[in-house]
């Protein structure tokens, strides 16, 4: 607020006044007295010396008004309270910013949650038990860029202490932003699907998010690995009051009451329990399960690290899972999957979304018209994937995406009008983060480009989330191994005269950063009338004039599901802001933004952050310079595969050296099968070199049959 007892006024002008509120505040006027000038919020300067009468949209205020508190602010109503956004920070942003907004807070896991995880779970181990598996999970975790299953119960708890907060940032974000685009009042999905390594991690957020009112009629959590993890979750659920189930008198049922074990069942709310948990006499609402469903249909599916078990794998595995999870969403349903943040978690994501929305044959489409998924249709004609494609299209495919000669010749039937694709009942659309169904301008489809030295350099798309480090991860990062950086990703102590023993956390942060990549997939409607909408926005948009509409620079059609998204943190530079964007138009963009083009539009872009969807235009839009040369990086791949089959070769040709040197066993030997042959313990290294060479091969020939 503007403090007026500490102005000055003098013959020669006006002195500096300390505290000026930017709300109001749009002139200052000096004449014989101190004069404030204000008006509703435009682009006129703030601070600039005028003259009363010297603008038309100055409203003058005299020192009295001000004094006796009848200036009112335009961002604030009669009673006092914002007009728009929960705090000052956001009353000053524009409708359109507001809404295309990220969910900005840190992120705080819920007390009691994490008191019982402390209490009931982490209390059961030694600290530097727990520190010494997380390290490892974490060098595992660098060499293999996959998350896995949980195979032991310290592993269990280590993953709970380590990834399970990280995890719940990511998951809690993408919800927002789901319940953002749906709107919170039609956000309430009936039938839910958690599918995850860890303690039902997706339910928890989405119980936290909507809150102890939230009672759907089908709550399942799938989780894969270790069977103790199962009871884990039943332990965090059981704390949340919408996990409660209710009496058939509608009161709230008790027997989910934890018993720690050999205690009688009397313990009091006031009393903290401490120590293992009998999980067998906990019942929550949430059903806990080890399989994934083959047939039921649900309205959200939540999926952590599930498309993709195995690098080897890619992409046939992703290909498998996103068509099985497709199948099990119901209409008008969501799939939120939430991957890791780095090269392959990006490629995972753009692999399932190629697949989804299969862009290459849609060469000419613009804008974010719901696609129809073929194989979840309930036309049994058109159960296989056929598209609008024509023999000029197949040429641009990608190799893994080719058509089978008999498919082909269903397309052709399909251009005469023999299949009608108008009669598919099953659209499917991604929700976020992309704001076109256009070919992603980042994916190379080979996560194996990145690990190249010219590779290094190729941009992905990933986010970032904060979330308050809860007292049980402070706990973790206490030590030698984990309080301070490792040397290398592999080193698994932190850096010598950084790190300390004991209980030593030397510049320790209060918060950690969940980096990951995500999609939203939402499946439209199958009644008629919807089909019907979109067979007419497909005719609508391929149209020269829509054609023209989605170019570089284009906010599309003016919703949120269409506007540009920021993909890198803004480059704030004196009198002006610049960041790249997807854009409607397919390709990555570059916006600047400077003060001259508008006041209010450069306030904006000075607070936003990545991951915002931006609305309000910019003074110059060019396509960005990011290029990828693909025949470069075809060739570096051939040239990796050639070395990686002439080291085989030349294994193989080692082996079977190894195995001719071998002696045949001798008739008078006191060894008559040979197996200590000349009591030559190296001849036995050698042998067991060769049957795991031929134990590894079959392996891999039978996971190959496999997928």
């Given at each position: 607020m503007f403090n007026i007892t500490r102005y000055a006024t003098s013959l020669g002008g006006l002195r500096q006044i300390s505290t000026v509120r930017k709300e109001f505040l749009k002139r200052i006027v000096v004449d014989d007295e101190l004069i404030i000038a204000k008006g509703i919020p435009s682009e006129q300067t703030f601070g600039k010396l005028v003259r009363d009468g010297d603008s038309e949209n100055v409203t003058v205020i005299t020192k009295e008004e001000s004094m006796n508190g009848s200036i009112k602010s335009p961002y604030?109503?009669?009673?006092?309270?914002?007009?728009?956004?929960?705090?000052?920070?956001?009353?000053?942003?524009?409708?359109?910013?507001?809404?295309?907004?990220?969910?900005?807070?840190?992120?705080?896991?819920?007390?009691?949650?994490?008191?019982?995880?402390?209490?009931?779970?982490?209390?059961?181990?030694?600290?530097?038990?727990?520190?010494?598996?997380?390290?490892?999970?974490?060098?595992?975790?660098?060499?293999?860029?996959?998350?896995?299953?949980?195979?032991?119960?310290?592993?269990?708890?280590?993953?709970?202490a380590s990834i399970f907060v990280q995890n719940y940032a990511s998951i809690y974000q993408c919800l927002t932003e789901l319940q953002q685009r749906v709107g919170k009042k039609h956000f309430s999905p009936n039938r839910v699907l958690d599918v995850g390594f860890g303690p039902a991690t997706g339910i928890v957020a989405l119980n936290d998010l909507l809150g102890q009112d939230y009672r759907p009629e089908l709550k399942e959590a799938v989780i894969i690995g270790e069977r103790e993890m199962q009871n884990r979750a039943k332990i965090i659920l059981s704390r949340q009051l919408n996990e409660v189930p209710i009496t058939k008198e509608g009161s709230v049922s008790s027997s989910n009451k934890m018993d720690s074990v050999g205690k009688s069942d009397d313990i009091s709310d006031e009393k903290d329990m401490v120590?293992?948990?009998?999980?067998?006499?906990?019942?929550?609402?949430?059903?806990?399960?080890?399989?994934?469903?083959g047939s039921k249909q649900y309205d959200l599916i939540i999926l952590t690290h599930q498309l993709l078990k195995s690098e080897q794998h890619f992409p046939v595995q992703i290909d498998h899972n996103i068509?099985?999870?497709?199948?099990?969403?119901?209409?008008?349903?969501?799939?939120?999957?939430?991957?890791?943040?780095?090269?392959?978690?990006?490629?995972?994501?753009?692999?399932?979304?190629?697949?989804?929305?299969?862009?290459?044959?849609?060469?000419?489409?613009?804008?974010?018209?719901?696609?129809?998924?073929?194989?979840?249709?309930?036309?049994?004609?058109?159960?296989?994937?056929?598209?609008?494609?024509?023999?000029?299209?197949?040429?641009?495919?990608?190799?893994?995406?080719?058509?089978?000669?008999?498919?082909?010749?269903?397309?052709?039937?399909?251009?005469?009008?023999?299949?009608?694709?108008?009669?598919?009942?099953?659209?499917?659309?991604?929700?976020?983060?992309?704001?076109?169904?256009?070919?992603?301008?980042?994916?190379?489809?080979?996560?194996?480009?990145?690990?190249?030295?010219?590779?290094?350099?190729?941009?992905?798309?990933?986010?970032?989330?904060?979330?308050?480090?809860?007292?049980f991860g402070i706990e973790l990062k206490k030590g030698k191994i984990l309080a301070a950086p490792w040397e290398n990703p592999t080193a698994g102590i932190g850096l010598p005269g950084i790190a300390k023993g004991?209980?030593?956390?030397?510049?320790?942060?209060?918060?950690?950063?969940?980096?990951?990549?995500?999609?939203?997939?939402?499946?439209?409607?199958?009644?008629?009338?919807?089909?019907?909408?979109?067979?007419?926005?497909r005719e609508k948009h391929n149209t020269a004039e829509m054609k023209e509409k989605y170019q570089v620079g284009s906010t599309g059609n003016g919703t949120p599901n269409e506007w540009p998204r920021i993909i890198s943190p803004p480059s704030k530079v004196k009198g002006h802001?610049?960041?790249?964007?997807?854009?409607?138009?397919?390709?990555?963009?570059?916006?600047t933004i400077p003060k001259s083009f508008s006041k209010e539009v450069y306030h904006d872009a000075r607070k936003a952050m990545k991951g915002d969807l931006w609305a309000l235009d910019a003074k110059t839009k060019i396509k960005s310079m990011n290029t990828f040369n693909v025949s470069k990086f075809e060739a570096?791949?051939?040239?990796?595969?050639?070395?990686?089959?002439?080291?085989?070769?030349?294994?193989?040709?080692?082996?079977i050296e190894t195995q001719n040197t071998i002696s045949e066993p001798d008739e008078f030997s006191s060894d008559p099968?040979?197996?200590?042959?000349?009591?030559?313990v190296n001849t036995i290294r050698k042998l067991s070199e060769i049957y795991d060479h031929n134990f590894s091969k079959s392996n891999k020939e039978k996971r190959k049959k496999r997928y």
């Open positions: 604030r109503n009669s009673s006092g309270t914002l007009i728009s956004g929960s705090n000052a920070k956001e009353a000053r942003l524009q409708p359109e910013t507001l809404l295309g907004k990220a969910f900005p807070e840190q992120i705080k896991l819920n007390s009691i949650i994490e008191k019982t995880i402390r209490d009931n779970i982490l209390s059961l181990h030694i600290p530097a038990n727990l520190r010494r598996v997380a390290a490892n999970y974490f060098i595992e975790l660098k060499k293999t860029s996959l998350h896995r299953p949980a195979k032991t119960i310290l592993e269990v708890d280590a993953h709970i120590g293992e948990v009998m999980t067998d006499k906990i019942n929550i609402v949430t059903r806990i399960k080890d399989s994934i469903p068509e099985h999870y497709l199948n099990l969403l119901a209409p008008g349903g969501h799939i939120i999957i939430v991957e890791r943040g780095n090269p392959l978690g990006f490629e995972s994501i753009a692999r399932a979304r190629q697949v989804i929305i299969r862009p290459e044959n849609y060469l000419d489409e613009y804008g974010k018209i719901p696609r129809p998924w073929l194989r979840g249709s309930s036309n049994k004609i058109n159960r296989i994937n056929l598209l609008s494609v024509n023999r000029e299209t197949e040429a641009a495919l990608d190799e893994e995406l080719q058509f089978e000669p008999e498919i082909l010749d269903a397309i052709e039937k399909m251009n005469k009008k023999e299949v009608d694709l108008k009669d598919i009942d099953y659209h499917v659309s991604i929700l976020a983060p992309y704001p076109h169904h256009r070919k992603c301008p980042l994916q190379t489809g080979k996560p194996t480009y990145y690990s190249f030295k010219e590779g290094k350099r190729l941009k992905f798309l990933n986010f970032q989330k904060a979330i308050e480090r809860p007292k004991g209980s030593g956390r030397a510049n320790g942060r209060s918060f950690e950063v969940a980096n990951y990549s995500y999609m939203i997939i939402e499946r439209s409607l199958n009644d008629k009338e919807t089909i019907n909408k979109i067979n007419q926005l802001v610049t960041f790249d964007v997807f854009g409607p138009s397919g390709e990555i963009e570059k916006w570096l791949e051939k040239s990796r595969i050639k070395e990686l089959k002439k080291e085989k070769k030349m294994r193989e040709r080692e082996l099968h040979g197996l200590f042959i000349n009591n030559d």
